[in-house]
T-cell receptor
Framework: KNQVEQSPQSLIILEGKNCTLQCNYTVSPFSNLRWYKQDTGRGPVSLTIMTFSENTKSNGRYTATLDADTKQSSLHITASQLSDSASYICVVSPQTGANNLFFGTGTRLTVIP | AAGVIQSPRHLIKEKRETATLKCYPIPRHDTVYWYQQGPGQDPQFLISFYEKMQSDKGSIPDRFSAQQFSDYHSELNMSSLELGDSALYFC????????????FGPGTRLTVT
């Protein structure tokens, strides 16, 4: 069972609109959670990274939130642009020092003019 | 800023052939990770190295091997290639033994025919 679940699986929004992507995880213990943007066929690009003590972190038009109690995170994109069209992946790192990461299923965002 | 370099970017091989993928981490990064991403799938962790020693092992097939060299670059050797090995292979690097932020390379697209 995937320990990191994302929703929705896909999303289509109009250019200029805002949207919020969700990530629920069961990975435990927990060290940090990252959001990546991945264009088709390209390597993931880090957007934000949060430890368990951080509730929110922003990177330009991207704002991520984290609730370590409920094991939920969200990525809010404001004033969307056509270039925001990509897959957004939530990645959780366990605390034990293992080098592995747990990848979410991703949300495919399409921004249309 | 320097990024993770992977070569080649594209590779076409026939079944039962061998392939070698190379990864050059960001300078002063001592940890390298390899991921395999099949079409429409999440990236799957294969193996990682820290200071030239294998630090973690994921779902790497026995037909694959990897190593990290004294200059910290890494090579993923794949033998007896199968059609199912067609995928995007990502390399990521981290400083200080990893465990926090991983910086991904652009990936190598391997096509097995």
């Amino acid at each position: 069972k995937n320990q990191v679940e994302q929703s929705p699986q896909s999303l289509i929004i109009l250019e200029g609109k805002n949207c919020t992507l969700q990530c629920n995880y069961t990975v435990s213990p927990f060290s940090n959670l990252r959001w990546y943007k991945q264009d088709t066929g390209r390597g993931p690009v880090s957007l934000t990274i949060m430890t368990f003590s951080e509730n929110t972190k922003s990177n330009g038009r991207y704002t991520a939130t984290l609730d370590a109690d409920t094991k939920q995170s969200s990525l809010h994109i404001t004033a969307s642009q056509l270039s925001d069209s990509a897959s957004y992946i939530c990645v959780v790192s366990p605390q034990t020092g293992a080098n592995n990461l747990f990848f979410g299923t991703g949300t495919r965002l399409t921004v249309i003019p | 800023a320097a990024g993770v370099i992977q070569s080649p970017r594209h590779l076409i091989k026939e079944k039962r052939e061998t392939a070698t993928l190379k990864c050059y981490p960001i300078p002063r990064h001592d940890t390298v990770y390899w991921y395999q991403q099949g079409p429409g799938q999440d990236p799957q962790f294969l193996i990682s190295f820290y200071e030239k020693m294998q630090s973690d092992k994921g779902s790497i097939p026995d037909r694959f091997s990897a190593q990290q060299f004294s200059d910290y670059h890494s090579e993923l050797n794949m033998s007896s290639l199968e059609l199912g090995d067609s995928a995007l292979y990502f390399c990521a690097s981290s400083p200080d033994g990893g465990g926090y932020e991983q910086y991904f390379g652009p990936g190598t697209r391997l096509t097995v025919t």
